[in-house]
């Protein structure tokens, strides 16, 4: 199946997911994920209308990033390390995976030195998996209040990655537990101001995440394919 007929599929799928749920097409945002394909396949991606392009370590974004900067926007979703923050704050639109205050706050510092802000989500471990990325739930509340001084971050939204090997219906219940997550710390003002984005949903699962709410689903090989075991 060719790139077009990937993105004609997952449109259809997208479509149904939102009817199923009752909510707007244009409530849901697609990044797609190219770390595992080329710059060349990337580039033929934004060509035919892909806006939003997803990636979790600069060295292998380098290449995309230069010859699409200006064309695409760029989310970086992968697990941030604080000394690599000034690879990403300023070629990154949107930081997918703040989880600790000593990461915001090398955020913080390095846009600042910019002069810009950077849109982020913040990542809640919602499955409880050790071995995934993320802070506990019920840290959220602690963190939205040491943020509030940090004028350079804006936080959009929480983010989360449900198991692996589960169905797509096992995941339903930390999509659904997210969401739940968000709407209460916006019930309590935590951040001040509302956060009313999800990011959840990757390729096996997108559409249950849809279901529940998610408005920035992160597709790669059901979208652009994959051409490298990385």
């Not at 190219?34 to 974004?61: C, F, M």
């Not at 802000?117 to 959220?140: D, I, R, T, Y």
């Not at 997108?206 to 075991?229: H, K």
Request: hydrophobic residues 40%; charged residues 30%.
């Amino acid at each position: 199946m060719g790139l077009q007929d990937r993105m004609r599929e997952v449109e259809s799928r997208i479509g149904e997911a939102c009817r199923r749920s009752g909510r707007a097409r244009e409530d849901v945002n697609v990044v797609a994920v190219t770390k595992y394909v080329s710059a060349e396949t990337a580039v033929l991606a934004v060509t035919q209308g892909i806006r939003h392009i997803g990636e979790n370590r600069w060295p292998d974004s380098e290449e995309k990033w230069r010859q699409l900067q200006g064309q695409a926007v760029f989310h970086f979703i992968g697990s941030l390390q604080t000394r690599k923050v000034k690879d990403v704050v300023g070629r990154f639109d949107y930081i997918h995976s703040l989880d600790r205050l000593s990461l915001a706050e090398e955020i913080q510092k390095r846009a600042a030195a910019l002069g810009i802000v950077v849109p982020c989500f913040v990542q809640v471990n919602v499955s409880g998996e050790a071995s995934k990325h993320g802070m506990q739930p019920e840290e959220l509340p602690g963190f939205a209040a040491a943020l509030r001084p940090l004028d350079r971050i804006k936080p959009i939204g929480l983010m989360t990655m449900a198991p692996l090997e589960s169905g797509p219906e096992e995941t339903r219940p930390v999509f659904r537990g997210l969401r739940k997550l968000r709407d209460e710390l916006n019930a309590r003002e935590a951040f001040g101001e509302p956060i009313t984005e999800l990011s959840m949903g990757m390729s096996g699962d997108f559409e249950v995440a849809i279901e529940e709410g998610a408005t920035w689903v992160r597709l790669g090989s059901v979208l652009v394919g994959r051409e490298s075991a990385g």
